[in-house]
């Protein structure tokens, strides 16, 4: 029988010096972006994580007050195992973030302070497979905002109040790059920096302890989508990008 067909991944650029990583929860970056990210503090860029919530409702046995001093402790420690040492929450309600003017307010605030060239987020789209494995309500909130942000940032008009005390509005975001997104046309290479993604994820072990019958496996879970994306780039392990150009550069 005919194997069927890979699709090629093109290389992401790595011609920036500063991104901005925006997702909902705590946790988000490690499955899967964090390798990347270790890649590219490695190089010497800077790497900036905003948190939307603190992922207080995302474990069930810890009152929520508790659960969200944990996971921002976990994220901290996960965050620096890869080389970010600036990690901002937002403290918006975990669970029901909605799309719309605030939470885009909010994300284009972070934008216009840190001014990014690039800014990642996770998968927005309605699945994770491009089929049946649905994705959560607050990721996909978050990546739709987080992609007009990116814009709203730039337009002095819009949102004209926070350009105070030395904000300025940022038209500099080249990029806007969702990972996991089954519709992923990008890759970057993380086999060097695998093993630091593991122990990023591992870091969260509040959280991953929770998760089913208490026996994941973060390597061999991370594994499971990093090989066939480094299929795809023709290296070991990968990590995958839907790219939306902001800009002609």
């Known amino acids: 029988m005919t194997e069927p067909a890979v699709t090629p991944l093109e290389p992401v650029t790595e011609q920036w010096q500063r991104a901005l990583a925006v997702v909902a929860h705590p946790d988000d970056l490690e499955f899967g972006v964090a390798a990347a990210v270790a890649r ?18 995302g474990i069930d046995g810890l009152a929520p007050e508790q659960a969200r001093r944990v996971r921002e402790q976990e994220q901290r420690a996960s965050a620096a195992l890869v080389g970010v040492d600036t990690v901002e929450f937002l403290g918006l309600p975990d ?35 491009g089929a049946y494995a649905l994705n959560q309500a607050d990721h996909i909130a978050t990546g739709r905002a987080t992609l007009d942000a990116a814009r709203d940032a730039g337009n002095r008009w819009i949102f004209p109040e ?4 030395g904000v300025q509005r940022w038209d500099g975001v080249r990029e806007v790059w969702a990972a996991g997104s089954p519709q992923a046309t990008h890759g970057v290479d993380v086999t060097a920096t695998f093993a630091q993604g593991v122990e990023s994820l591992r870091a969260h072990s509040a959280y991953l302890t929770g998760l089913g019958d208490g026996g994941f496996d973060a390597e061999e879970f991370l594994e499971g989508f ?5 299929t795809r780039l ?3 392990y990968g990590a995958a990008f839907e ?4 800009q002609l550069w």
């Open 162 to 165: 926070q350009l105070t005390d």
């Open 243 to 246: 790219v939306f150009p902001l």
């Open 234 to 236: 023709g290296v070991r």
């Open 226 to 230: 990093a090989r066939p994306i480094g």
């Open 40 to 57: 590219w503090t490695g190089q010497g860029k800077q790497v900036v994580y905003c948190l939307v919530t603190s992922g207080e409702a």
């Open 95 to 129: 669970g029901i973030l909605e799309y719309g003017v605030p939470l885009r307010r909010a994300l284009a605030e972070v934008v216009r302070r840190h001014r990014p060239e690039i800014v990642i987020t996770n998968n927005f789209r309605d699945t994770w497979d």
